[in-house]
């Protein structure tokens, strides 16, 4: 037989259980315990007492529920069968079924308008009940990031909990992370992809800027921020969207602001280098970007300046890969790595093109993208969009191994319009076919492995552009 508090605590938290009446809760336990205790049972036969048990069991529900109706009776009446957790729990659920949008996944903001119209809830320190905080915690961070919305909707403590980053740090210490894809097809929208429950989000529009809009855009996602870089007038902007608060902001500019770098994130640090300035002056160097405290650190120099470099984060150390120099406007050839715990950069010799020198690479050059590289487990792939291929870097050997092709459908112009993503363990590119009546976006995805790629199509998506930027955020 349950306890009248337990049954309390789990319909309607501790504030319903404050408000019940005291003595009406003793009575309804002397008389049940008056019923029900052990002399009762022993007196009569098995069956018979298990027959009484049953009957207190149904009087002591009805009678709970009456309760609570009394209590609640400024509200609906239950309908037959139905639960009143079920009714509380109703509306937040509601907005995790819904697709192209974000609301009741991580929209926070409509949660937080919410809980600011009810009255005051219990602080639950213990978060669950009969259970530590910490513990607590540890148990929500196996949730799925898809349901914090829900989660945060259950009281001030709860959203309190998710708005904070909390959650999150805990779940980066105990190795949980989730990886999700956030992409534009339009200067000014982001949509996000949960490629494990194959969701799609729609993010809030950002600010309106008209110079930003039709400025070139790098995106970099680092932590539970994603940041947008481009140009006003005169001037770079960065915008940042917070996944925890899902909102955009402006953002912290870098110490020396600038565009087509190389960049990548590791967790809640970032590092961009090379690019070029607001003047066109090709630059060496390079910032180490904290999610957790919004700071850019100037870190030393590359060997080389370069822009149109793409970056890579591998076994803890940051790659700059291809771009152009100052020298000519040939693909650089040679890359470099820098170590975070020894602060220097070092050059590798020929480390692109992952074509190892079949075609000139002046013509990776000419009006073509950045190299198409990602990294999963450590290891680095990266898609020739000439051949339509994908090969994997041998780090031992210095040389790009081919492994098979990309996606049929990936279409890009050199290389522009398509995305080459690490996310988790998988390979994805976002891309697809376009023509003057529109297009289809599709994400295909690949469980690296041995063998040849076999891509898997997780979601198509009409889409009237072609795929302007790309992030993967994992937290």
């Known amino acids: 037989m349950f306890k009248i508090s337990d049954k309390l605590a789990k319909q309607k938290g501790e504030q319903t259980s404050e408000e019940f009446p005291k003595q009406e809760a003793e009575q309804i336990k002397k008389e049940l315990s008056n019923q029900e205790g052990e002399q009762i049972s022993k007196e009569l036969p098995n069956h018979e007492g298990d027959q009484i048990s049953m009957d207190l069991t149904n009087q002591d529900s009805v009678s709970t529920s009456n309760s609570f109706d009394a209590i609640d009776d400024n509200k609906r009446p239950l309908e037959d069968g139905e639960h009143p957790a079920t009714r509380k729990a109703a509306k937040p659920l509601e907005f995790h079924e819904k697709e192209e949008t974000v609301k009741g996944m991580h929209d926070l903001s409509l949660t937080q308008i919410e809980e600011e119209n009810k009255p005051n809830q219990s602080d639950s320190s213990s978060l669950i009940f009969e259970l530590r905080r910490d513990m607590s915690v540890k148990c929500l961070a196996h949730c799925s990031r898809s349901d914090y919305g829900a989660i945060a909707a259950v009281n001030k403590t709860f959203r309190s909990l998710i708005r904070s980053g909390e959650l999150y740090r805990v779940r980066r210490r105990m190795g949980i992370v989730e990886h999700w894809v956030y992409f534009s097809c339009n200067p000014m929208e982001w949509e996000a992809f949960d490629p494990f429950r194959h969701r799609w989000m729609r993010l809030p529009q950002m600010p309106p800027n008209e110079c930003f809009t039709f400025s070139d855009k790098e995106s970099l996602a680092v932590g539970t921020d994603l940041l947008v870089f481009g140009k006003e007038i005169t001037s770079h902007i960065v915008y940042k969207y917070g996944f925890l608060a899902n909102t955009w902001s402006v953002g912290i500019n870098m110490n020396a602001p600038r565009c087509l770098f190389g960049s990548a994130s590791l967790g809640e640090i970032?590092?961009?280098?090379?690019?070029?300035?607001?003047?066109?002056?090709?630059?060496?160097?390079?910032?180490?970007?904290?999610?957790?405290?919004?700071?850019?650190?100037?870190?030393?120099?590359?060997?080389?300046?370069?822009?149109?470099?793409?970056?890579?984060?591998?076994?803890?150390?940051?790659?700059?890969?291809?771009?152009?120099?100052?020298?000519?406007?040939?693909?650089?050839?040679?890359?470099?790595?820098?170590?975070?715990?020894?602060?220097?950069?070092?050059?590798?010799?020929?480390?692109?093109?992952?074509?190892?020198?079949?075609?000139?690479?002046?013509?990776?050059?000419?009006?073509?993208a950045p190299p198409l590289i990602a990294v999963v487990k450590n290891e680095l792939y990266a898609a020739d969009y000439v051949r339509h291929e994908v090969s994997k870097y041998d780090k031992e050997r210095n040389e790009w191994i081919t492994l098979g092709r990309l996606p049929e459908r990936a279409d890009s112009i050199n290389g522009w319009g398509i995305a080459f993503k690490g996310c988790g363990d998988m390979l994805v590119v976002i891309g697809g076919p376009t023509n003057s009546g529109g297009g289809m976006v599709e994400i295909n995805a690949w469980v690296t492995g041995e063998g040849p790629p076999e891509w898997n199509l997780l979601a198509t998506k009409p889409s009237s552009s072609f795929v302007y930027n790309c992030a993967v955020m994992g937290c």
């Open 270 to 368: 970032a590092i961009v280098a090379g690019g070029c300035d607001s003047t066109g002056r090709i630059l060496s160097s390079a910032e180490l970007y904290n999610s957790e405290t919004s700071t850019w650190e100037s870190i030393p120099n590359m060997h080389k300046p370069r822009k149109m470099c793409s970056g890579a984060f591998i076994d803890s150390k940051f790659y700059v890969i291809g771009g152009i120099g100052i020298e000519n406007p040939s693909m650089l050839t040679c890359a470099e790595v820098y170590d975070l715990e020894e602060n220097t950069w070092t050059v590798i010799p020929n480390m692109f093109p992952p074509r190892n020198g079949e075609v000139e690479v002046a013509t990776f050059a000419v009006g073509g």
